[in-house]
C-alpha cells in the first residue's frame, strides 16, 4: 500500500480524485434542483386555485416526486463513483438487474404495494392531511410513499398500512368534511 501512495497516489489524486469530488458536488446541486423542482412542481399544481384539496394534492405528489428524484440521484451518483474507484459498474448493473427479477418474483407484495400506490396517487383517492379509514384502521394521514400510508389515529397511535393491502378507502375530508358532536345535557337546562 505505501508503495501504490508513493507511485499512484498523487496521480490518483489528481485524476479520480478530483472527478470523485466533482460527482459529489454535482450529485449535492442535483439534490438540491430536485428538492426545488418538487417544490416548483407543488406551486404549478396550486397555480390559481387556494383551496386546501388542492394543497394536499400537491404536497402529496410533490413529496413523491422528490423521494424518487433523490433515489436515482444517489443511485447514478454512487455508480459514477464505484466506477472511479476501479470497480466494474457493468457487472454491478446486470447483477443489480438479475437481483431485482429475483426480488420481482419474491417480493411480489412489495410489487403489488407499489403499483397500488401509483394507481392511488395518480386516481387522488389519499393525499397527506385527509383523515381516512383504511380497512379497519382509520386516522390522520401523515405520509404517503409508493409503497405505504401511515395514519395516527385518536390515540395518537401510527398505523402504518401497505398500499397493496387496502381494499377499501374510506376518504371522510375529500372535498368537505363535517364532525357529529354528541353533547350531552341536562333536562333542567
Avoid at 501504490?4 to 470523485?20: F, Q, Y
Amino acid at each position: 500500500f505505501a508503495d501504490w501512495i508513493k507511485t499512484e497516489g498523487p496521480h490518483w489524486l489528481v485524476t479520480d480524485g478530483v472527478a470523485i469530488l466533482i460527482t459529489i458536488v454535482i450529485a449535492m446541486i442535483a439534490l438540491r434542483l430536485a428538492k426545488s423542482v418538487s417544490a416548483k412542481f407543488s406551486l404549478l399544481m396550486q397555480h390559481g386555485k387556494d383551496d386546501v384539496e388542492t394543497q394536499k394534492r400537491a404536497a402529496t405528489l410533490s413529496g413523491v416526486i422528490r423521494w424518487v428524484l433523490r433515489m436515482t440521484i444517489i443511485a447514478v451518483a454512487g455508480l459514477m463513483i464505484l466506477g472511479k474507484l476501479g470497480v466494474q459498474i457493468g457487472p454491478v448493473i446486470a447483477a443489480a438487474g438479475i437481483v431485482g427479477l429475483a426480488v420481482g418474483f419474491g417480493a411480489q407484495n412489495l410489487v403489488q404495494d407499489i403499483i397500488s400506490g401509483f394507481f392511488i396517487l395518480l386516481e387522488d383517492q389519499v393525499r397527506v392531511g385527509d383523515v381516512v379509514s383504511l380497512n379497519d384502521k382509520a386516522g390522520l394521514v401523515e405520509r404517503i410513499t409508493l409503497r405505504m400510508i401511515v395514519l395516527r389515529d385518536l390515540t395518537g397511535s401510527v398505523h402504518y398500512v401497505r398500499n397493496g393491502q387496502i381494499t377499501v378507502v374510506t376518504n371522510m375530508t375529500k372535498e368537505y368534511s363535517f364532525y357529529v358532536f354528541d353533547i350531552g345535557v341536562a333536562y333542567r337546562e
